[in-house]
C-alpha cells in the first residue's frame, strides 16, 4: 500500500501530476484545486490511496488527510468509483460535503459532472453520520477559499486568452494571492487588474506564446 508520497513534481496538468520519488515518477490522480497549487520542480507531499482494480493500479493523492478520508468514504457509497469520487473533492470542500451530508442536500452533489440524481441521494443516505460537521465559522472559511479558487481560476483563464501562457499566468495569480484585499480576492475584475500590473509591459513579450 502507497500511503503518502514526498518527492519532486515532474509534471502536473488538470487532474493529475507525476512525482518522483527516488529516481521513480509516480502518475497521481488530485483534485483540481490541488493541481493548481502544484508547480513542476517544486516538493510536494501528498496523502495517497492506491486503488487496486483487475485492469489497474491507481494512484490519487491528496494535500489533506481529511480529503483522503472523504475519498474513501465516498467509495462506500454504492455507485461511486474513484473518478466520481474525485470528481465530488474537485468540485467541493470536505467542510462543504459535509455540510450538504448533514442538511440532507443533495443538489451540491447533482451538479458534479459524473454524479446523478440517484447517487447524489445515495451520498447523502449513506454517508450520514460518518462525517464530521464542522463549525459555522470553518464552513464559512472554506466556502470563502473554494470562492476565492474560483475567481482565481476565472483570471487565470483571462490571462491565457490575452497571450499570457498557462504557468506564467498561474504562478502570477498565485502570487498575487497571498497578498490581495479580500475586497479584491472576491472580484474576478479587481483581481485582473492585480495580475495584469504584476505581470507589467516587461514581462509581456517574454511571456506570451
Do not use: C, Y
Not at 5 to 22: K, M, N, Q
Not at 139 to 160: D, E, F, H, P, Y
Amino acid at each position: 500500500m502507497i500511503s503518502s508520497l514526498r518527492g519532486r513534481v515532474l509534471h502536473s496538468d488538470a487532474e493529475s501530476a507525476i512525482v518522483e520519488v527516488g529516481g521513480v515518477g509516480f502518475g497521481v490522480a488530485v483534485p483540481a484545486p490541488l493541481a493548481r497549487t502544484l508547480r513542476v520542480g517544486e516538493d510536494a507531499f501528498l496523502h495517497t490511496s492506491l486503488v487496486v482494480r483487475d485492469d489497474a493500479l491507481s494512484l490519487f493523492g491528496f494535500a489533506e488527510r481529511d480529503e483522503l478520508e472523504t475519498f474513501t468514504l465516498l467509495l462506500s457509497v454504492s455507485g461511486v468509483g474513484p473518478k466520481s469520487a474525485l470528481g465530488v473533492l474537485s468540485a467541493l470542500s470536505v467542510a462543504q460535503i459535509a455540510e450538504a451530508v448533514a442538511a440532507e442536500d443533495d443538489a451540491p452533489f447533482r451538479r458534479v459532472s459524473g454524479i446523478g440524481p440517484k447517487t447524489a441521494k445515495l451520498i447523502v443516505v449513506q454517508l450520514a453520520g460518518k462525517l464530521h460537521t464542522p463549525a459555522p465559522g470553518a464552513t464559512a472559511s472554506a466556502a470563502t477559499g473554494a470562492a476565492t479558487t474560483a475567481i482565481a481560476g476565472q483570471v487565470v483563464a483571462a490571462l491565457v486568452a490575452l497571450g499570457w501562457n498557462e504557468r506564467v499566468s498561474t504562478e502570477t495569480v498565485h502570487e498575487i494571492t497571498q497578498d490581495a484585499a479580500a475586497s479584491d480576492l472576491a472580484s474576478v475584475p479587481a483581481l485582473l487588474k492585480l495580475a495584469l500590473a504584476q505581470l507589467g509591459p516587461s514581462r509581456t513579450e517574454r511571456s506570451r506564446v
